[in-house]
C-alpha cells in the first residue's frame, strides 16, 4: 500500500502560478508512472500530465503543453506540477495517481493509487 498527499492548491488570478506536490508514503511499491489529473465540477476527470517512472520520460495533456512542467524529486518521493499562466479553466481538483503496471499514462482507469486530491481555483 502507498499514500499519496497532495498540497499545493489555493486561489489565483488569471496568469498566476501554482506548484502543486504529491508526496508518497512508501517507495518499495513498484510504479511504472506517476501522473497529475484533474476534475472541474460537473465532468469528468482527465489527464494532465504524468513520468514514466523508471525512465524520467514526461507527458503532458494538449491543454497544459508549454504551461505546466511535471518534475518529481532526486529521491523520487515526491511529484510536482509547476502551473503557469494559469486561466479560468484551469479551475478543478487536482489528484495524484500512481500506476503500478504497463498501459497508457493518460487513462485513470489503469490507476491503482490516488491522493484525496487538492482544489485549483483561478478567478478570471
Known amino acids: 500500500q502507498v499514500q499519496l498527499v497532495e498540497s499545493g492548491g489555493g486561489l489565483v488570478q488569471a496568469g498566476g502560478s501554482l506548484r502543486l506536490s504529491c508526496a508518497r508514503s512508501?517507495?518499495?511499491?513498484?510504479?511504472?508512472?506517476v501522473a497529475w489529473f484533474r476534475q472541474a465540477s460537473g465532468k469528468e476527470r482527465e489527464f494532465v500530465s504524468g513520468?514514466?517512472?523508471?525512465?524520467?520520460?514526461?507527458y503532458y495533456a494538449e491543454s497544459v503543453k508549454g504551461r505546466f512542467t511535471v518534475s518529481r524529486d532526486a529521491a523520487k518521493t515526491t511529484l510536482f506540477l509547476q502551473m503557469n499562466d494559469l486561466g479560468p479553466e484551469d479551475t478543478a481538483i487536482y489528484y495524484c495517481?500512481?500506476?503500478?503496471?504497463?498501459?497508457?499514462?493518460?487513462?485513470?482507469?489503469?490507476?491503482?493509487?490516488w491522493g484525496q486530491g487538492t482544489q485549483v481555483t483561478v478567478s478570471s
Open positions: 495517481a500512481l500506476k503500478e503496471t504497463w498501459g497508457s499514462i493518460s487513462d485513470p482507469a489503469g490507476y491503482a493509487y
Open positions: 513520468i514514466y517512472w523508471g525512465n524520467g520520460v514526461r
Open positions: 512508501d517507495r518499495t511499491v513498484a510504479t511504472y508512472a
